[in-house]
């Protein structure tokens, strides 16, 4: 019998286990295996706490979202079924804001954003489905505590150390921590709050509170929800297709800034993914594979981007081609970009179909245009423009808006991109400007809100709730404290308006999560394996960068260099020699991680034909 263990049983974690529940079932029949699942939580909820609020949404549609990969097979097991068909069959239905179960309220559809609390719930019955559906021979044991260390034994077994005093010898550990916090900073500003749990700034904030919010993404966003809508306020039609906002008087003055400046993109309202449907015209597979040949010597700047930014323009122009003659059209709009680009006449004919069709800047989409700021109305009113043009775009029928359509084009390719960026692809320059700058200008792109959140943040602004009075980038610093004040502030300055502006905040909230660093973790395991040499930092030359090293088939390296063979590391640990990790694993746009622990799964049960191709691992299509 083979032992293994799962340490954290997130989203990740929820995917390794079925991976092997699925495996044995249908690739191994008459295994014999023990599987130890340590977790304190709720099995597979992780960060996705049934007792959120419903005013937290997933951003993500429903429909979108499944820890079962093959959607149509005809013997699919108990647990073979997404989110969206789970939610249904569950019963849940849209009462006003809130999911509810019973007969009342609106039906759900697949393009609809969840309440946060609906995945952890999906998740924790999909455990149970996964123990109860088991074949005979896999047995499922839960440790409802900590891993804290896990130590190699001398017989090639791995010991894994409990919280709770406890500890099981395994064959193989799988490690899938999720979002572990990093320990804060001995000159951590005062006040500086964390964005979850909302629960206790949203109990504890005083009305007559200045709160400002770091980050303009989903976080930050997540955090004004909760000083609004969390404090008693509510968004009501305005008769005229939008918002307004009544409020509670609760809420306190609301801040937000941004190194950058700038708000990230929403997503559509149709909520339709087409990776797997789309065919490029320039990212094809041949240019990513030349690129991805020469490790460690790509410019993302110089080389990814170039391809990436004629996709987004091949896709723009050949949609608006179609809104205006249908297909015929885009196909021959396709084909005459194709052409020019082998012949390296693109820009040729990109500026001819920006006469027929409208000009379309893709370096300006993702970097994002911002213009000189006289004063801090101004940056406000860019803002306001900002959110208002996205939403439009956001709501064009049937997601084929032509800007959203090129926007798309790097979650398409985010998995090609990756063979090229990941494992030391690049340079030590473009890496650091790839960490530094563009892959948040990708998220920016590709992992933004639901467009309802952009109507939502324009009423807040009309209402003189929300404020952005800083622009791209303040300084901050501690605010001259007078005597018998009653609380420690902080002053937030801008930096780049002609006439300046800054002010003074009584509380600064995290809207962004850190990315997890092994070497100043504050996770007893993490900490203990890099502090044992265990696991290392993955390293440009002499340059670390927090994140686990890997080999690319997941297996940790120690500090001497040496593979650690009965381990592996999976999600958002490995943000940096891996990237792109930050999402529930799911089919289609999602498919990495079931191909990445299909392949752990069968390098552990030495089943070379479980680890499916993509061509089979489907979205559930709705």
């Known amino acids: 019998m083979q032992r293994v263990g799962i340490i954290g049983l997130g989203p990740w974690g929820i995917c390794a286990l079925e991976r092997i529940v699925t495996t044995a079932r249908q690739e191994c029949p008459g295994v014999e295996l023990e599987v130890h699942v340590i977790e304190p939580g709720m099995p597979g909820a992780g960060v996705y706490d049934v007792t959120q609020p419903d005013y937290l949404l997933l951003n993500n549609p429903c429909g979108q979202l499944s820890l079962y990969p093959f ?9 073979g079924m997404g ?29 609809h954003f969840l309440p946060r609390r609906l995945m952890g719930e999906y998740l924790n019955w999909f455990y149970g489905e996964l123990v109860n559906d ?51 900073p001995a000159n951590s500003p005062a006040h500086t709050l964390s964005p979850y749990p909302v629960g206790p700034y949203v109990d504890m904030m005083p009305n007559d509170a200045t709160v400002a919010v770091a980050g303009m993404g989903l976080v930050a966003i997540d955090v004004v929800m909760a000083l609004t809508v969390g404090r008693g306020g509510a968004f009501l039609p305005d008769g005229s297709g939008g918002l307004r906002y009544r409020s509670s008087g609760r809420e ?56 990436m930014f004629a996709e987004m323009s091949a896709r723009y122009f050949a949609q608006r081609a179609y809104q205006q003659g249908g297909r015929d059209d885009a196909a021959l709009v396709r084909a005459s970009l194709q052409r020019a680009w082998s012949r390296r006449r693109f820009p040729i004919v990109q500026s001819r179909l920006a006469g027929r069709y409208g000009a379309f800047d893709p370096e300006a989409l993702f970097f994002g245009h911002q213009p000189e700021y006289t004063c801090s109305d101004d940056y406000e009113r860019f803002v306001y423009s900002a959110l208002a043009d996205d939403l439009r775009e956001a709501e064009v029928p049937d997601g084929w808006s032509p800007t ?28 650091l400007d790839f960490n530094a700058d563009i892959r948040s200008r990708i998220h920016r792109l590709v992992a933004g809100p639901p467009a309802l959140r952009f109507r939502q943040l324009l009423a807040l602004m009309d209402a003189g709730i929300l404020s952005m009075p800083y622009g791209p980038g303040p300084a901050m610093g501690p605010a001259r404290t007078e005597s018998g004040a009653r609380r420690s502030r902080t002053r937030i300055a801008s930096t780049a308006f002609a006439a300046p502006h800054a002010g003074e905040v009584d509380y600064v909230i995290r809207g962004y999560l850190d990315e997890p660093r092994v070497d100043a973790s504050a996770s ?3 900490s203990r394996l890099y502090d044992r040499g265990r696991v290392s930092q993955f390293r440009y030359g002499s340059v670390s960068v927090g994140s686990v090293d890997l080999t690319p088939d997941s297996h940790p390296i120690d500090q001497d260099g040496t593979v650690q063979s009965h381990m592996w590391v999976f999600g958002i640990l490995t943000e940096g020699a891996r990237h792109f990790t930050h999402y529930i694993p799911s089919p289609r746009s999602r498919i990495r991680a079931f191909e990445d622990l299909g392949a752990c799964v069968s390098e552990i ?18």
């Open 605 to 622: 049960l030495d089943a070379p034909g479980s680890a499916r191709s993509g061509e089979g691992l489907v979205e559930i299509l709705n």
């Open 71 to 79: 959607a149509h097979e005809v013997d699919r097991p108990s647990y």
């Open 404 to 431: 959203k359509c090129a926007s798309e084009v790097f979650r398409i390719f985010r998995d090609p991109m990756r063979s090229v960026v990941e494992q030391g692809g690049l340079s030590l320059d473009s890496y």
């Open 83 to 111: 989110l969206f068909d789970w939610a249904v069959a569950r019963g849940y239905r849209w009462l006003n804001d809130r999911c509810v179960i019973g007969g009342y309220g609106e039906p759900i559809e697949p393009h």
């Open 134 to 184: 088991a074949p005979s021979g896999v047995d499922i044991i839960l440790h409802p505590t900590t891993a804290v260390d896990v130590h190699a034994r001398r017989t090639g077994q791995e010991h894994i150390f409990m919280a709770d005093g406890t500890g099981v010898d395994v064959d193989h550990v799988i490690v899938t921590s999720g979002h572990t916090a990093n320990r804060v």
């Open 252 to 307: 306190p003055s609301l801040q937000m800034y941004s190194r950058s400046g700038l708000p990230f993109t929403s997503k559509t309202v149709t909520g339709v993914d087409r990776t797997n449907v789309y065919e490029p015209v320039i990212a094809t597979p041949a240019a990513f594979a030349e690129l991805a040949r020469r490790r460690r010597a790509v410019d993302v700047r110089t080389e990814l981007l170039p391809i």
């Open 524 to 526: 007893e395991l993490l």
